[in-house]
């Protein structure tokens, strides 16, 4: 294999679900040489990748489409923080975790909306009709917090 695609697709291995901007960022490669060497691994089945909320993410050929959506949001520093929130929570309400988080509503919200729609975080209503956050699957999520 090429030294360029060699250190290329460690990279990606290193920083599973890495997007492409941050790949060009930490490499000293050109844009176009990561273009092409890039395309060289997804075609010889060494790399794949998956593009979520306008950013192509690059992942080893064992992960799958739900693994891929999920490393994807836990890439985004305040989803990975929400979700890491609830892992040491259980379940929040929205203002505990705005609170501790030091995030405005509005963010919050849209990080959840992803969230929500990939599964990851079930949002519930207690008692007093007041919105309860947890997160569905935690054993799935803590083992994927381990890769990030």
């Known amino acids: 294999m090429n030294p360029t695609r060699r ?12 997007h492409f901007n941050e790949l060009v960022r930490n490499s000293a490669f050109t844009v176009g040489q990561i273009q092409y060497h890039i395309h060289r691994l ?14 192509t993410h690059y992942y080893p050929p064992e ?3 739900r693994d891929q959506i999920v490393v994807a949001l836990l890439r985004r520093e305040t ?5 890491r ?3 040491e929570h259980k379940s929040s309400t929205p203002s505990e975790i705005t609170d ?5 509503r509005g963010t919050l919200e849209y990080h959840l909306d ?12 207690d008692d007093k009709a007041r919105v309860i956050l947890r997160l569905e699957d935690p054993e799935e999520i803590t ?3 381990a890769i990030i």
């Open 143 to 145: 083992e994927l917090i």
């Open 7 to 18: 250190k290329i697709r460690a990279q990606v291995y290193a920083t599973v679900g890495i």
């Open 79 to 83: 989803s990975y923080k929400i979700v």
């Open 85 to 87: 929130y609830l892992s």
């Open 100 to 104: 501790e988080l030091v995030i405005a």
């Open 63 to 65: 992960y799958d489409k």
């Open 42 to 55: 997804i075609n010889d089945g060494e790399l794949n990748y998956g593009e979520f909320h306008g950013q």
């Open 114 to 125: 992803r969230l929500i729609e990939s599964d990851l975080v079930e949002k519930q209503y």
